[in-house]
């Protein structure tokens, strides 16, 4: 892409892309800050369920059935407190990071405990969980400090009762940093949920809302985590900064994604697609002389883009990256259409004059597409006989064979085809020997070597000297001086083209043009 159209481009969008960018990050960043309460119950429901899920599968991985634990410790219990019973559970107690307390309850009123020697009431606070057996049921209670509940399992049989108290699922690492009291943890049983203890007994106020996590896990317990409104508040608080800067980030990779898909948009591949859908290719018309009658053979059609119908770009800018593209085939389409149109209400079919169009090799190895292009010469008024179809040299054939079958067809049809920048790239001579071409262009970089010494000179000198042997019609291009044209005469070569006769020239221009060499 040339600097002049990356200029065009760049101004039509970069001046607004930083503010569009500012935008875009502020809008983000606020965003993302105003979901800072949702952001925060996301949050403390992760961690909740994480802290709560870890804890209680621990405990069930470790005590796992309770029939299954509790039947090897109250066999080796003899129910008379003595001091083999005290070490027993004191040991028990000890080894095992799960068990808080063991206390035993005999027939006579005898009472011991791994912890300490105070029998265990269960008071109104204590909550029956489940029955698992005749002998064996789960309770609910607060320890004594009124903090957090604790799981006890009692088994009562015919010498007294075992009760085993279990640490707190809920352990400490459950309270939040900013206070004591903030959450709520209920333990129930699903198939009973009136039946609740509270982790913590002053916090009873947070049932009012609905629980902002409930756990079900497979020994039946249910699970619930209350939170005080205040505590999303501050940790929504304590986010915001957090999540603004997030949004801010994502804002820029947003923007930076919408400058991508904008370049891209504004690419010349994509404007020159715009161009053909908008037909803002627009023929412009080279005459092309006949130096010996000073008379108009005929005229070159030359492509120039109408960009956004403002601003005129020079075929140097797009043509190259079309050609490569393969975009040039539609253009050459949305040209030939207007040129046909244009020429038509000129009368020229009353005229002798030729006018040469520029096709690339894909073109002519189409057939199909060959096809088309006739047809819409022959629905114009223009006769096939007064088209010609320059091949360029700048690129190469890939099907030499298709190309010979179409150019014949095109013979058949009068319409002449040329070789176009002779000498200048892809095999000349076997061209016009395998194509059978009959009329070629000298090129302008030929032509600019008269009068001078360089060694192109021979090279021109060369392709006329072929040209006049082979019995083929010349064309000079690119004739800008009367040494040139002089020149080119004198060595045979009488039909030319170029600045010295005129400039590309506008319809309205060239209307003129014609009407006046027409008289």
């Known amino acids: 892409m040339k600097s002049w159209l990356k200029t065009q481009l760049i101004a039509k969008y970069s001046t607004t892309m930083s503010l569009v960018a500012i935008i875009i990050v502020i809008i983000m960043a606020m965003c993302f800050s105003l979901f800072s309460h949702y952001f925060a119950k996301v949050q403390l429901s992760s961690t909740l369920n994480t802290i709560s899920s870890d804890l209680i599968d621990n405990y069930t991985t470790t005590i796992g059935d309770y029939q299954s634990f509790i039947k090897p410790i109250v066999k080796n219990i003899s129910f008379d407190c003595g001091s083999r019973d005290q070490k027993y559970i004191e040991k028990l107690a000890y080894n095992n990071y799960y068990i808080r307390k063991i206390d035993i309850e005999t027939n006579d009123n005898q009472h011991c405990s791994s912890f300490d020697s105070n029998k265990t009431e269960f008071n109104s606070m204590s909550v029956f969980i489940k029955r698992l057996d005749k002998n064996l049921s789960l309770w609910s209670t607060l320890n004594n400090t009124n903090e957090q509940s604790i799981l006890s399992l009692i088994w009562k049989g015919e010498r007294g009762q075992v009760i085993i108290h279990f640490e707190p699922i809920i352990s400490d690492v459950i309270r939040n940093k900013y206070c004591d009291n903030c959450i709520l943890s209920v333990i129930s049983t699903a198939d009973n949920t009136n039946k609740k203890t509270y982790s913590y007994n002053d916090a009873k106020s947070l049932l009012k809302s609905p629980p902002i996590t409930t756990e079900v896990f497979s020994n039946g317990l249910v699970l619930s985590n209350y ?7 501050i940790i929504s608080m304590d986010l915001k900064p957090l999540l603004f800067f997030i949004g801010g980030v994502l804002g820029f990779i947003v923007f930076l994604l919408l400058n991508f898909y904008i370049k891209r948009k504004l690419s010349l591949h994509s404007l020159i697609e715009k161009g053909i859908t908008r037909k803002e290719f627009i023929p412009y018309f080279q005459p092309i002389v006949n130096v010996n009658s000073n008379r108009m053979y005929g005229c070159e059609v030359l492509v120039r883009w109408w960009f956004n119908k403002k601003e005129l770009i020079s075929p140097d800018d797009f043509i190259p990256y079309a050609e490569k593209s393969g975009l040039i085939i539609d253009i050459t389409d949305v040209l030939l259409e207007k040129t046909l149109i244009q020429l038509s209400s000129l009368n020229w079919k009353n005229s002798s004059a030729i006018i040469s169009i520029n096709l690339v090799p894909e073109q002519l190895e189409d057939k199909q597409h060959m096809r088309k292009v006739v047809d819409l010469i022959i629905k114009s008024s223009i006769l096939p006989k007064q088209i010609a179809f320059e091949i360029t040299e700048r690129m190469s054939f890939t099907d030499i064979d298709k190309a010979a ?23 000349s001579f076997s061209y016009i020997q395998n194509l059978n071409l009959q009329s070629l262009k000298i090129d302008k970089m030929f032509v600019d070597m008269i009068g001078t010494h360089d060694h192109k000179l021979f090279v021109l000198d060369s392709i006329i000297a072929f040209g006049k042997k082979a019995g083929m019609e010349m064309i000079a291009e690119g004739v800008e001086t009367k040494q040139q044209s002089d020149y080119l005469l004198q060595h045979g070569v009488y039909l030319q083209q170029g600045f010295y006769f005129s400039e590309p020239l506008k319809f309205e221009q060239f209307s003129r043009y014609f009407k006046q060499d027409q008289k």
Do not use: E, F, W
């Open 405 to 427: 079958s179409v150019i014949d067809y095109l013979k058949a049809q009068g319409i002449n085809v040329k070789l176009d920048d002779a000498g200048t790239g892809y095999g």
């Open 227 to 233: 939170v005080d409104p205040k505590l999303l508040s």
